[in-house]
């Protein structure tokens, strides 16, 4: 299944220079060209990026992503504006933007960006919920885990360290492979953070699901 993205810019050409290069990428792009559109597409659709120009009509990128956020929406997001100044950074991220890229920008930049967020996101349909095993679901919209009636909240990355180890189920994932995928670029990566995210996880989860394979990594075990 082909990633969804929704890429809200209201210059017709550079739009459709955009789509089609995503799209020879292996993306699914839908354009919307002003920010009621978008917001509209956004509650119809799942989408698994946001690629949102600032500078659009009838609503500015940042109000509309604000308004997402404040509705409980987390899809990614990354602007694309030609706004440098370190104000429009700061209300960028304000906004909840999850990264930003400045015009004009070599398509293949903007790729490895989308790349660089997907590979985070665990590509799902709405309301989906696993089953990890032992009666154990995980809803990867909320990233809460339902246990015996109870309902627990992962942090960000428990919820995507168990993402990344449902995708390779059955295998043993490495600790830079969870690095990769689960911190951020400003994040040092630590044996001793990981081990008590692992840690808290299998608390939530049941430590028996979690296998920890000495000097190589951890896998979840099939179900």
């Known amino acids: 299944m082909n990633a969804k993205v929704l890429l809200m810019e209201d210059d017709a050409q550079l739009s459709e220079i955009i789509k089609e290069y995503l799209e020879e990428n ?3 792009v839908k354009l919307a060209t002003d920010g009621e559109e978008a917001f509209d597409m956004a509650y119809e659709e799942k989408f698994d990026i946001f690629l949102l120009d600032v500078k659009v009509p009838l609503m500015n990128g940042f109000d509309l992503l604000s308004k997402l956020r404040r509705e409980g929406n987390e899809t990614p997001a990354i602007f694309l504006t030609s706004l440098n100044g370190i104000e429009d ?3 960028a991220f304000e906004a909840g933007c999850d990264d930003y890229l400045k015009k004009p920008f070599e398509l293949k930049e903007l790729l490895l960006r989308v790349k660089s967020i ?3 996101v665990f590509y799902h349909k709405a309301d989906e919920k696993i089953s990890i095993g032992n009666g154990v679901y995980f809803d990867l919209d909320s ?5 015996d ?3 627990i909240h992962l942090s960000k990355k428990e919820s995507l360290i168990l993402k990344l180890l449902l995708r390779h189920r059955g295998k043993i994932v490495t600790p830079q492979m969870i690095f990769e995928n689960a911190w951020d670029y400003e994040d040092e990566p630590s044996e001793m953070s990981l081990r008590t995210y692992i840690k808290n996880i299998r608390k939530t989860i049941g430590k028996e ?3 920890n394979t000495r000097g190589q990594g951890y896998m979840l075990v099939a179900g």
């Open 143 to 147: 990233n809460r885990i339902q246990r």
């Open 26 to 28: 292996g993306y699914d």
């Open 118 to 120: 997907s590979k985070r």
């Open 209 to 211: 699901l979690i296998e």
């Open 149 to 151: 009636g109870e309902t």
């Open 89 to 91: 950074l700061s209300r």
